[in-house]
T-cell receptor, first 112, second 110 residues
Framework: GAGVSQTPSNKVTEKGKYVELRCDPI?????LYWYRQSLGQGPEFLIY????????DSGLPNDRFFAVRPEGSVSTLKIQRTERGDSAVYLC???FGTGELFFGEGSRLTVL | LAKTTQPISMDSYEGQEVNITCSHN???????ITWYQQFPSQGPRFIIQ???TKVTNEVASLFIPADRKSSTLSLPRVSLSDTAVYYC???????????FGQGTELSVKP
């Protein structure tokens, strides 16, 4: 597709379960960002990839959160032992590195 | 390390010009300033980007003074569909990390 694709668009899970969120960036974009957004708040930075490597993962809240981008394209955000406080919209964006980010529609995670 | 500060909310009426100012005191010499628009249940969308003086595109203008410590997004003749949250974004550090602030919630009334 032409834009950033995120799946699933909605995910409902139970506390303690494992969740994976996928991001398919725009072809050729080397930079990929993950953000988390709660209602009424701005997007909160989680992690930034340049190519296959995580250039900055300082926003990951704890070791339950992990993200990979093994081939420099698709990225997966993994959340272990989910908690109710993890409920949010998870946004992915890609870029050529110029500061213009192209966002997906987000994955809404609800932890019951 | 650069941070941004914007008004939390603004009100306007259809047809008016709206100016939203963002402060970014610690912006690095080579960094661009980028503005995004976000509607409910959607990801942010790029509006405009600039480095200095003035940039204009089909939807907005961006004014940046010489000291680059602030920038002003100008939306001419707003309509109801411009009701959204607007974010200015500057690189947090030289490593590429981009942090969003609280944003400005613009409400356009008929």
């Amino acid at each position: 597709g032409a834009g950033v694709s995120q799946t699933p668009s909605n995910k409902v899970t139970e506390k303690g379960k494992y969740v994976e969120l996928r991001c398919d960036p725009i072809s050729g974009h080397t930079a990929l960002y993950w953000y988390r957004q709660s209602l009424g708040q701005g997007p909160e930075f989680l992690i930034y990839f340049q190519g296959t490597g995580a250039a900055d993962d300082s926003g990951l809240p704890n070791d339950r959160f992990f993200a990979v981008r093994p081939e420099g394209s698709v990225s997966t955000l993994k959340i272990q032992r989910t908690e109710r406080g993890d409920s949010a919209v998870y946004l992915c964006a890609s870029s050529f590195g110029t500061g213009e980010l192209f966002f997906g529609e987000g994955s809404r995670l609800t932890v019951l | 390390l650069a941070k941004t500060t914007q008004p939390i909310s603004m009100d306007s009426y259809e047809g008016q010009e709206v100016n939203i100012t963002c402060s970014h005191n610690n912006i690095a010499t080579n960094d661009y300033i980028t503005w995004y628009q976000q509607f409910p249940s959607q990801g942010p969308r790029f509006i405009i980007q600039g480095y200095k003086t003035k940039v204009t595109n089909e939807v907005a203008s961006l004014f940046i003074p010489a000291d680059r410590k602030s920038s002003t997004l100008s939306l001419p003749r707003v309509s109801l569909s411009d009701t959204a949250v607007y974010y200015c974004l500057v690189p947090y550090n030289q490593g590429g990390k981009l942090i969003f602030g609280q944003g400005t919630e613009l409400s356009v009334k008929p």
